[in-house]
């Protein structure tokens, strides 16, 4: 202990043993009745005593209560059955000295078929209403999947049927197996361990759970709220196989399958060997018949097409596209030959007009270029004055001159030439 004193004025000052059991009576006292309901585990009756002591199990886990009553509420009322459902109307009681709780009950009630049907429609409609049971949210079960994951009651027959019909449909198939209570007030939470545990194992394609037929209460379990909303997020594909075909607890329409049977189940989950041998040897059989079909129809096409004069003698082909391109080179020629002709015309026209027009043509035929000093052309008497030089270009070359005056008339020149002989 600490060495720390405590200060009995103190709020973490310690509680007597007798302080601490009163003041918990005292609280569950102020609790008043209530109505409990649960699952008859065991009834006590001693001899001698006047009490009778009821074990009541929570129906979804694994919890009880002890429920007292007098023993008259039990002889008087109906017998209860093992297993049987039960509402109490009970007020806490609190023994001090051995610090125990229990119920004790004024009033036991068995519940009714009626009412569980009641409260077992209300929960389908309130699932439905949120989904649970679409159709657009169920899983495709695998066409083969590497491991079925099997939940079933320990050494039942619907384990051994879901077994022996799968590995007779196909041999080797391997399964992980978790036998469970499949009824009464554990069923519930083992189903549900069972469930997560086969969910996070990547190998398990496919789960399957499965009990045979029993009574509408053994199949309460498989409609227990808990466990169809735990079954609504799992997402390996999940096949329900509960009872017999008229049987339909909440499972059914959570599950991503229905299965009628465990041995319907069985054959919905692997494809049979045998069958799909059959069908490979159909589908070959079929295959095989339509290539030989195909084949057929080319050879009838190529045996067309070699009866055709053209292949049966390729000569014939060959010579006739040989004159037609023959005749097509000749014409080109031709063709060639003219235009080139008409060509070499053109250009000939051509220089002949270009010739006619260049200046050393003018020049050629006796014609001269007049410049002045200044290298401007003399287009005019009147743009040169008398003395001015001035030069002239030739066709073979240039001189220079001197302007006189005006341009002497023939009989002038005839008198100078006169004159000079």
């Known amino acids: 202990m600490s060495d720390e004193q405590l200060d009995p004025g103190d709020d973490l000052a310690p509680l007597s043993v007798r302080v601490v059991s009163q003041q918990i009576g005292d609280y569950l006292g102020r609790l008043g009745a209530v109505w409990v309901e649960g699952e008859v585990a065991e009834v006590t009756l001693r001899p001698g005593s006047a009490m009778a002591f009821i074990r009541l199990k929570d129906t979804?886990?694994?919890?009880?209560?002890?429920?007292?009553?007098?023993r008259s509420l039990l002889e008087n009322g109906e017998p209860l059955p093992p297993n049987a459902r039960i509402v109490a109307y009970a007020k806490v009681n609190w023994y001090a000295v051995r610090g125990t709780l229990s119920l004790m009950a004024r009033e036991i009630r068995q519940v009714g078929i009626g009412e569980l049907l009641a409260r077992l429609e209300a929960l389908k409609t309130l699932l439905a209403s949120e989904g649970l049971f679409a159709l657009d949210r169920k899983k495709e079960l695998p066409f083969l999947p590497r491991k079925i994951g099997l939940i079933c009651g320990r050494a039942s027959a619907a384990e051994k049927d879901v077994v022996e019909n799968v590995l007779r449909r196909w041999p080797g198939m391997s399964f992980e197996i978790r036998e469970v209570a499949v009824q009464g007030s554990q069923a519930v939470v083992e189903v549900s361990q069972a469930l997560k545990e086969l969910?996070?194992?990547?190998?398990?394609?496919?789960?399957?759970?499965?009990?045979?037929?029993?009574?509408?209460?053994?199949?309460?379990?498989?409609?227990?709220?808990?466990?169809?909303?735990?079954?609504?997020?799992?997402?390996?594909?999940?096949?329900?196989?509960?009872?017999?075909?008229?049987?339909c607890p909440l499972l059914d329409l959570v599950a991503d399958f229905r299965a009628s049977t465990p041995t319907d189940a069985a054959?919905?989950?692997?494809?049979?060997?045998?069958?799909?041998?059959?069908?490979?040897?159909?589908?070959?059989?079929?295959?095989?018949?339509?290539?030989?079909?195909?084949?057929?129809?080319?050879?009838?096409?190529?045996?067309?097409?070699?009866?055709?004069?053209?292949?049966?003698?390729?000569?014939?082909?060959?010579?006739?596209?040989?004159?037609?391109?023959?005749?097509?080179?000749?014409?080109?020629?031709?063709?060639?030959?003219?235009?080139?002709?008409?060509?070499?015309?053109?250009?000939?026209?051509?220089?002949?007009?270009?010739?006619?027009?260049?200046?050393?043509?003018?020049?050629?035929?006796?014609?001269?270029?007049?410049?002045?000093?200044?290298?401007?052309?003399?287009?005019?008497?009147?743009?040169?004055?008398?003395?001015?030089?001035?030069?002239?270009?030739?066709?073979k070359g240039e001189i220079g001159a001197q302007i006189t005056g005006e341009v002497p008339t023939k009989a002038v020149i005839q008198k100078q030439k006169e004159k000079g002989k």
């Open 60 to 70: 979804s886990a694994d919890i009880s209560l002890q429920v007292t009553c007098h």
């Open 199 to 247: 969910a996070k194992d990547g190998e398990v394609d496919v789960i399957v759970i499965t009990r045979g037929g029993g009574s509408f209460e053994d199949l309460l379990p498989f409609s227990d709220e808990s466990l169809i909303r735990l079954v609504a997020t799992i997402k390996t594909p999940i096949v329900s196989a509960i009872g017999h075909e008229q049987d």
């Open 267 to 395: 054959k919905r989950v692997v494809p049979s060997l045998d069958e799909e041998v059959e069908r490979t040897h159909l589908l070959t059989q079929r295959l095989n018949k339509r290539i030989n079909s195909i084949i057929d129809l080319e050879i009838q096409k190529i045996s067309a097409l070699a009866s055709r004069p053209v292949l049966k003698d390729p000569q014939v082909l060959i010579t006739s596209r040989a004159e037609v391109t023959f005749q097509l080179l000749n014409r080109s020629r031709k063709s060639f030959k003219a235009i080139l002709q008409e060509a070499r015309t053109e250009l000939k026209e051509v220089r002949a007009r270009v010739r006619s027009l260049s200046p050393q043509s003018t020049l050629d035929r006796g014609y001269a270029v007049i410049q002045k000093g200044n290298g401007d052309l003399v287009r005019n008497p009147r743009d040169v004055k008398v003395g001015e030089l001035v030069q002239l270009r030739l066709a």
